[in-house]
């Protein structure tokens, strides 16, 4: 019985840790594309996660950004929620920024 694991590259333990952040942040990572000087990443904020926002990529820029909403008036807990939504926002961004090409690989989440 062979009990060894089959290793990885650096490259795909990058993409299943970038994977398993985002889902611990409350997103869904649905797929990454390796492009000519770039990363494409789609991600999207789980239903899990109230008040979770999304994200997307300015590509003049190349910089994430976080979609920014007015919820109207509400409550203390709600607010709460807000403002952690965006803090786990910010912390994936910081995520994002580290994909590059050369330190992950392309996957596709199949469902």
């Known amino acids: 019985m062979n009990t060894k694991e089959a290793e990885c590259s650096v490259e795909e333990e990058n993409t299943e840790r970038l994977i398993g952040r985002a889902n611990r942040l409350g ?22 996660f ?22 109207g008036a509400l409550n ?5 929620q807000v403002t952690e939504g965006y803090g786990r926002a910010a912390a994936m961004v910081r995520e994002l920024e580290h994909a590059t090409p050369g330190n992950v690989v392309n996957y596709h989440l199949t469902r």
């Open 27 to 48: 997103y869904t990572v649905t797929s990454i594309e390796i492009e000519p000087g770039r990363v494409a990443i789609s991600i999207v904020p789980s239903p899990l």
């Open 50 to 71: 109230p008040y979770t926002p999304e994200l997307d990529r300015d590509f003049e820029t190349d910089q994430w950004r976080v979609q920014t909403t007015a919820y």
């Open 76 to 80: 203390l807990d709600n607010i709460e």
